[in-house]
């Protein structure tokens, strides 16, 4: 059973900085690809970055140049980075994990979340 454990989300203000930390107990996790995604209040979720096993990465256009993901394989971590933090940066933000694929679609896990709010 594959657990990921978020942490490192709080209150900040505008300009700020956060850094978010997901921990997975999974024995591939080397060769997984990983994510962060968001979902602020009365919206969809929606992907912020991601990071494959051999580290090559890709972010939404909103947190591009503010926003690093990166990945210790030796702690099975994967971290994002926020600075210069938006009010519209506000929601909860999941870590999740790739583990196979069906015909039509990824299977992912996903962590519990873990909330960001930036004041203005």
């Known amino acids: 059973q594959v657990q990921l454990v978020e942490s490192g989300g709080g209150l900040v203000q505008a300009g700020g900085s956060l850094r978010l930390s997901c921990a997975a107990s999974?024995?591939?996790?080397?060769?997984?690809?990983m994510g962060w995604y968001r979902q602020a209040p009365g919206k969809q979720r929606e992907l912020v970055a991601t990071?494959?096993?051999?580290?090559?990465?890709n972010y939404a256009g909103s947190v591009k140049g503010r926003f690093t993901i990166s990945r210790d394989n030796a702690k099975n971590t994967v971290y994002l980075q926020m600075n210069s933090l938006k009010p519209e940066d506000t929601a909860v933000y999941y870590c999740?994990?790739?583990?196979?694929?069906?015909?039509?679609?990824?299977?992912?896990?996903w962590g519990q979340g873990t909330q960001v709010t930036v004041s203005s």
């Open positions: 999740n994990i790739l583990t196979g694929w069906t015909p039509y679609s990824p299977i992912l896990r």
């Open positions: 999974v024995g591939t996790f080397r060769s997984n690809v």
């Open positions: 990071i494959s096993s051999s580290g090559s990465t």
